[in-house]
């Protein structure tokens, strides 16, 4: 009886910890988050799109820049990806390395773990990107109000090529 019911707690809790199928509504919903963020935020340089896509209490665990809120991240941003200059940093995912974890309570989906590694290159007019960089990350978003919010995030391993 008790390898039964340690088979079934098993079961149940690898099916409620499993990563969403790679085919699934939801994976496909944060894929194109994440790309219509990035792309917006960081090679754009949409800055209020970014406050809007970010918590209000957003924590920014980062290996080389520390701990920043919500208004650090914010500067931060400003200052070093969307600053004026010759050479603007790009951000592009490695799709195959997208992961997606549903977060539920109760049975109700109210965020979602996604993880995966980024590129990181610099970007001239009239030239081709050039790699700078890639890192592994970590996002907690919220779905707040039918939203995707982005809450916490952990940018790590950040390795040059």
């Given at each position: 009886?008790?390898?039964?019911?340690?088979?079934?707690?098993?079961?149940?809790?690898?099916?409620?910890?499993?990563?969403?199928?790679?085919?699934?509504?939801?994976?496909?919903?944060?894929?194109?988050?994440?790309?219509?963020?990035?792309?917006?935020?960081?090679?754009?340089?949409?800055?209020?799109?970014?406050?809007?896509?970010?918590?209000?209490?957003?924590?920014?665990?980062?290996?080389?820049g520390g701990i920043q809120n919500k208004k650090i991240f914010l500067e931060n941003v400003k200052k070093?990806?969307?600053?004026?200059?010759?050479?603007?940093?790009?951000?592009?995912?490695?799709?195959?390395?997208?992961?997606?974890y549903p977060l539920y309570s109760e049975g109700k989906l109210y965020g979602v773990v996604q993880t995966?590694?980024?590129?990181?290159?610099?970007?001239?007019?009239?030239?081709?990107?050039?790699?700078?960089?890639?890192?592994?990350?970590?996002?907690?978003?919220?779905?707040?109000?039918?939203?995707?919010?982005?809450?916490?995030?952990?940018?790590?391993?950040?390795?040059?090529?």
């Amino acid at each position: 009886m008790k390898k039964v019911l340690v088979l079934f707690l098993l079961n149940v809790s690898i099916g409620v910890f499993a990563q969403a199928a790679k085919d699934s509504e939801l994976f496909l919903a944060l894929k194109k988050h994440d790309s219509i963020f990035f792309e917006k935020s960081f090679n754009q340089c949409d800055i209020a799109f970014l406050e809007k896509a970010i918590h209000p209490d957003l924590v920014f665990y980062h290996d080389q820049g520390g701990i920043q809120n919500k208004k650090i991240f914010l500067e931060n941003v400003k200052k070093n990806i969307c600053g004026k200059g010759a050479q603007k940093p790009i951000r592009k995912v490695k799709s195959e390395s997208l992961e997606v974890y549903p977060l539920y309570s109760e049975g109700k989906l109210y965020g979602v773990v996604q993880t995966g590694i980024h590129d990181f290159y610099l970007r001239e007019a009239n030239k081709p990107d050039v790699f700078t960089s890639e890192a592994k990350f970590t996002h907690v978003y919220l779905l707040i109000n039918n939203q995707w919010v982005l809450k916490e995030v952990l940018s790590f391993d950040h390795q040059s090529k």
